[in-house]
């Protein structure tokens, strides 16, 4: 798509220059006198500047508001415990438990994150993502002395690694089942939590129990299977406030991890697009990928490239999504309904990278978009 310019021709401002005295003249008139009668005359007000008619807004404008609203009256009469599949495997971890051990744990169940209790209190004690592991291996990366110790490290210690790297910890909230969904979005968007427990409360000891964890992805996608005005989004990327194409991290093949990690941890993100020498994008380096690199507890050997890593995923990867600025939101959707998308790189027409749109992107652009305004 390209641009094209538009110039302005304007021709020299004929200036004429005017003495005090033949300017006082003039204004007084061809006779140089003041009658009276002017210096009693009040001057006349401005008037109101004329009022701007409102544009009427098109028909894809108005579709898109419409599903906006559609969107979102539908996250508040449904709850949290709409979402939950009719069968489904919790693994919750003690915060007593070796760091070595639990990341065993998420490898063998194939799982990412888990929620946190402590025994103790007999409470909800958070939720154990990758961002935990990335700040585990960016404590060793600062305190190597530390290393040796590493077998040692329990879960209830993550907090204190926090600390001694300076990272803001993510704000720990959950979501009672029975509270409307669009209450759970506001919450994941205000704390920058990518996911959110459920916890309810035992009927009988009072106490409170981890149901499940709610994700983005399940969220928009309950949305995308269920409300049908979805299809009305037909406004192209281009034309909305979705993604960032500005100041991307990226990084290639012959990266090494840890450096990365560091971008990951510096600006709080969750993947890294690979390029080639011509800007093409290669494949993304995501959070969830640290998990396998660290496999067995090694946190010391992450020199090795982000292409060795890569080779290390899954066989059942879902894969790169991509997308252009041209898509619209309603194609977004539907691919979300069908498969299961994290995120989706924005190409242009020679597959170099033009930007990136999350699942957060989208979930804030439904919930606030025209909010103000009454959208």
């Known amino acids: 798509m390209s641009e094209v310019g538009t110039g302005e021709s304007t021709r020299p401002a004929v200036t004429t220059a005017s003495t005090p005295a033949a300017s006082a003249v003039a204004a007084l008139g061809h006779s140089g006198f003041v009658a009276p009668s002017s210096y009693l005359r009040p ?4 008037g109101p500047p004329p009022q701007r008619q409102p544009q009427p807004l098109s028909v894809v404008d108005r579709e898109q508001a419409e599903a906006l609203r559609a969107i ?3 996250l508040k009469v449904r709850t949290s415990y709409d979402v939950l599949p009719l069968s489904f495997r919790l ?4 915060t007593a438990l070796l760091v070595k051990k639990s990341l065993n744990i998420l490898i063998q169940n194939g799982i990412v994150s888990a929620p946190l209790w402590d025994s103790k209190t007999s409470t909800f004690a958070g939720l154990l993502t990758t961002s935990d592991y990335i700040n585990v291996i960016q404590y060793y990366w600062q305190f190597p002395d530390a290393l040796k110790e590493i077998d040692q490290f329990r879960l209830n210690s993550l907090r204190d690694v926090e600390k001694a790297i300076g990272v803001l910890p993510i704000e720990t909230v959950s979501i009672h089942p029975l509270r409307p969904l669009y209450e759970a979005c506001r919450r994941m968007l205000e704390s920058r939590a990518r996911r ?20 983005q992805y399940r969220i928009l996608k309950f949305v995308a299977v269920n409300v049908t005005e979805t299809q009305m989004l037909r406004k192209p990327l281009k034309d909305l406030n979705i993604g960032t194409y500005t ?5 290639t093949m012959d990266t090494p991890v840890i450096d990365v990690i560091h971008q990951l941890v510096k600006k709080n993100i969750a993947s890294v697009p690979i390029l080639d020498g011509n800007g093409v994008v290669l494949n993304v380096f995501e959070a969830v990928d640290v ?16 292409g060795e890593a890569l080779l290390k995923r899954s066989e059942d990867f879902a894969g790169i999504y991509t997308c252009s600025i041209h898509d619209r939101l309603d194609t977004i959707f539907d691919t979300i309904r069908k498969s299961r998308v994290h995120r989706l790189v924005v190409l242009d027409e020679t597959g170099r990278l033009k930007g990136m749109v999350t699942l ?12 103000a305004e009454g959208g």
């Open 91 to 94: 693994i919750v971890l003690d």
């Open 196 to 215: 959110i427990p459920i916890v309810d409360v035992d009927d009988e000891t009072h106490r409170e129990m981890v149901v499940s964890v709610l994700t």
């Open 291 to 306: 998990i396998t690199v660290i496999k067995g507890g090694v946190y010391d050997d992450l020199t090795l490239s982000v």
């Open 360 to 371: 957060s992107d989208i979930l804030e652009y439904v919930l606030l978009e025209g909010e």
């Open 43 to 46: 001057a006349a007000l401005p």
């Open 72 to 74: 979102r009256a539908f």
């Open 247 to 251: 100041d991307l991290s990226t990084a």
